[in-house]
């Protein structure tokens, strides 16, 4: 397979959903064999869209080299490699990547309008040579990669919750991945959102870009307060124990968004890797620490 990169370049704004300042990011066209990158247009720091060069998972995934930072990069590196894409460049004047709905959809429609362009080297993909195990005691989470033909992720999300329940999700290269796993939205407890906007770690959410789980029983006078939060006049719980601020794509669209993270944070290895993903209660610390694991196993070699 031939690598691909972007037709053309096109620019995405909107605020970051945990620093909440404006973001602006332009996705371009890069030559062959350059892999993704982070460019701060400011400075002129180039940020590989590697392991090595991630700084933080508290919420997003946080690069940082030489001083220079840019949080959330997931969505944008998940929406890059369901597509296809092996080279781009992202430039960026801010400190996060835009929040947009919440999903990798805008960035998936920009891109597949113009569509893709083949370049005259072959695809490398990332071979293993043996199986690469992470886990966190802590949290129970675990990440198994197991040398195979192709890239496959499949994982299990379990938080306890009686609203989620326990979701699964299942991707390969053959998934549509723009309608089954790109339109899928982020998604935040309302007991966390609660604390999250009373120590201004949620900054950039807003009724549009994030779904709101009720696990537990709230009071109107929470309702309430949570509303002028989101500017809206009035919100409920709904029956099935989401709010009221949007509507499911799909029943299990929480577990296929930690898909879409995890496929983002997983080309933090470097490109498209030749593996079975098996994923338990994942999230971006042990997500990026399985790519860490593997640039390690490849150093070796």
């Not at 920009?110 to 072959?122: F, H, K, N, P, R």
């Not at 949290?139 to 994982?155: N, Q, V």
């Not at 979701?167 to 899928?184: H, L, R, S």
């Not at 929470?222 to 509303?227: E, F, G, I, T």
Request: glycine residues 8%; contains cysteine.
């Amino acid at each position: 397979m031939l690598q691909k990169t972007l037709r053309k370049s096109n620019t995405f704004t909107g605020k970051g959903l945990h620093t909440g300042t404006y973001s602006r990011i332009i996705v371009s066209p890069s030559a062959e064999n350059t892999g993704i990158s982070f460019r701060n247009i400011t400075r002129g720091v180039t940020i590989p869209a590697s392991a090595d060069m991630v700084s933080d998972t508290s919420r997003s995934t946080t690069l940082s080299k030489d001083g220079c930072q840019i949080h959330t990069v997931e969505h944008i590196l998940s929406a890059l490699t369901g597509l296809g894409v092996d080279n781009a460049v992202i430039e960026f004047d801010g400190i996060e990547v835009p929040i947009l709905d919440g999903s990798a959809s805008k960035y998936i429609a920009a891109i597949t309008a113009d569509g893709l362009q083949e370049q005259g080297a072959e695809r490398k993909y990332i071979e293993l040579k043996e199986e690469v195990f992470v886990s966190n005691e802590k949290t129970g989470s675990w990440i198994r990669l197991t040398p195979a033909d192709k890239m496959s992720i499949s994982l299990t999300v379990d938080f306890g919750s009686k609203v989620l329940g326990v979701q699964k999700a299942e991707w390969e290269e053959k998934t549509d991945y723009a309608t089954q796993i790109g339109v899928c939205r982020t998604f935040v407890f309302f007991h966390e959102i609660e604390y999250l906007f009373a120590n201004n770690l949620i900054k950039g959410g807003d009724v549009d870009n994030a779904i709101v789980i009720v696990e537990h029983p709230v009071t109107e006078e929470q309702l309430d307060r949570m509303a002028a939060a989101m500017n809206l006049p009035k919100i409920k719980v709904e029956s099935n124990g989401y709010l009221n601020n949007l509507k499911l794509h799909f029943p299990d669209e929480c577990g296929r968004h930690k898909l879409l993270d995890l496929l983002g944070d997983i080309r933090l290895c470097g490109g498209y890797i030749k593996a079975k993903i098996e994923a338990f209660k994942p999230g971006h610390f042990i997500n990026t620490e399985a790519a860490k694991a593997v640039l390690e196993q490849l150093a070796k070699k």
